[in-house]
């Protein structure tokens, strides 16, 4: 019943124009035109560094919402080696967070990702394994840093 009172609603609004001949294929294409220019949520951009964030190369990508971290780096060829598979087994997946508020709203360390983060090199404080996270579109626009090889 909304929707038929919603479609109405819409008819009502042309008709006066669709009386002097013009197109309703123009409002629909116009409709269609806005919803193709809105902002794809399922995805978020996201540039790996690899190496030294100064002058390392940089890997820009559309990662899934949703999607496990460490994955989207590898589907991307991102310089990481993610050894144990996503299992928590290991620290060649450990990545940097440049921006402190997205670090922030991270879900918490778990004890066991506190324990594999100790035999990372280059730990900092915004350090993460990325087997742990999922993609959020707080994600969108990030700069993750990837530290050479990891124990």
Same mark, same amino acid.
């Given at each position: 019943?909304?929707?038929?009172?919603?479609?109405?609603?819409? =008819?009502?609004?042309?008709?006066?124009?669709?009386?002097?001949?013009?197109?309703?294929?123009?409002? /629909?294409?116009?409709?269609?035109?806005?919803?193709?220019?809105?902002?794809?949520? /399922?995805?978020?951009?996201?540039?790996?560094?690899? !190496? !030294? %964030? &100064?002058?390392?190369?940089? #890997?820009?990508?559309?990662?899934? +919402?949703?999607?496990?971290?460490?994955? =989207?780096?590898?589907?991307?060829?991102?310089?990481?080696?993610?050894? @144990?598979?996503?299992? $928590?087994? @290991?620290?060649?997946?450990? @990545? +940097?967070?440049?921006?402190?508020?997205?670090?922030?709203? $991270?879900?918490?360390?778990?004890?066991?990702? &506190?324990?594999?983060?100790? %035999?990372?090199? !280059?730990?900092?404080? /915004?350090?993460?394994?990325? @087997?742990?996270?999922?993609?959020?579109?707080?994600?969108?626009?990030?700069? #993750?840093? +990837?530290?050479?090889?990891?124990?």
């Amino acid at each position: 019943m909304r929707k038929s009172l919603k479609h109405s609603f819409r =008819v009502a609004n042309i008709l006066p124009f669709l009386k002097r001949g013009v197109s309703a294929r123009l409002f /629909t294409s116009s409709a269609a035109s806005l919803n193709s220019i809105q902002p794809d949520l /399922t995805k978020v951009r996201i540039t790996f560094v690899e !190496d !030294d %964030l &100064e002058d390392g190369p940089r #890997i820009v990508v559309d990662a899934a +919402v949703g999607a496990k971290l460490v994955d =989207v780096a590898l589907e991307n060829d991102v310089d990481i080696e993610a050894a @144990c598979g996503g299992e $928590l087994a @290991c620290s060649t997946c450990h @990545c +940097v967070f440049t921006d402190l508020k997205l670090y922030e709203s $991270l879900p918490p360390k778990q004890e066991e990702e &506190e324990d594999m983060l100790d %035999l990372a090199a !280059d730990l900092t404080e /915004t350090s993460r394994l990325s @087997c742990q996270l999922e993609v959020t579109p707080q994600y969108e626009g990030s700069i #993750i840093l +990837v530290p050479g090889q990891a124990l």
